[in-house]
């Protein structure tokens, strides 16, 4: 069971970064990044303390929807979608891809937090997917992007807006599954 559920994240981790890959060097490029509805993606940029741009840090639902909408397929979406459910079924994920400004910044995932009305939530280690290095943390080189899926906290509640916050700087996903087509 344990080798399945290493063969499947491996496979899962392959298929992503070959996606990333494929997609462009460096960050999610335009033509890509706005096949995605703006209610399910964000881009956050940071600031350090002297005021110069420090991380880019673009995030998407990990959903059939956004990700098929991104790999304008559907079917391998949903594959992709369902093979990481498979390996983690204890909640929903954001995709995110951070690109530092500055050659040599210093990235943390665990500084991400979470909120939704009056409620924070932080995540830790064990609440990430690393798809490459240094997406779990350490220095950024100012030509690589750390990738990686980051579990939403299982109190956010995913039909309404929540905020996703990087130290100050923050942004908005409005509606994680997309908004619902007419009749629905």
Same mark, same amino acid.
């Given at each position: 069971m344990l080798s399945k559920r290493i063969s499947l994240m491996c496979l899962v981790a392959v298929l992503v &970064?070959? @996606?990333?890959?494929?997609? +462009? &060097?460096?960050?999610? *490029? %335009?033509e890509y990044w706005n096949r995605i509805p703006s209610e399910m993606k964000v881009r956050i940029i940071t600031y350090d303390y002297a005021g110069d741009r420090e991380f880019a840090v673009m995030c998407f639902s990990f /959903? =059939?929807?956004a990700f098929g909408l991104l790999l304008n397929d559907p079917v391998k979406a949903s594959s992709l979608v369902s093979g990481l459910k498979a390996i983690k079924p204890e909640g929903?994920?954001?995709?995110?891809? &951070?690109? %530092? !400004?500055?050659?040599? %910044? !210093? #990235?943390w995932p665990t500084e991400i937090v979470f909120t939704?009305?009056?409620?924070? !939530? $932080? &995540? +830790? !280690?064990? =609440?990430m997917?690393? @798809?490459?290095?240094?997406? $779990?943390?350490?220095?950024? @080189?100012?030509? /690589?992007?750390?990738? +990686?899926l980051l579990l939403i906290? $299982? *109190?956010?509640?995913?039909?309404?807006?929540? *905020?996703? #916050?990087? +130290?100050?700087? $923050?942004?908005?996903?409005e509606a994680y599954f997309g908004k619902p087509k007419c009749g629905e």
């Open positions: &970064v070959g @996606l990333i890959a494929t997609i +462009g &060097v460096g960050q999610l *490029k %335009a /959903t =059939d929807t929903d994920f954001l995709m995110l891809s &951070v690109g %530092a !400004y500055q050659d040599g %910044a !210093y #990235w939704q009305g009056t409620r924070q !939530y $932080s &995540v +830790g !280690y064990n =609440d997917v690393e @798809l490459n290095e240094p997406f $779990s943390g350490g220095r950024i @080189l100012g030509d /690589t992007i750390a990738s +990686g906290p $299982s *109190k956010i509640e995913l039909t309404e807006p929540f *905020k996703v #916050w990087i +130290g100050e700087d $923050s942004g908005v996903i």
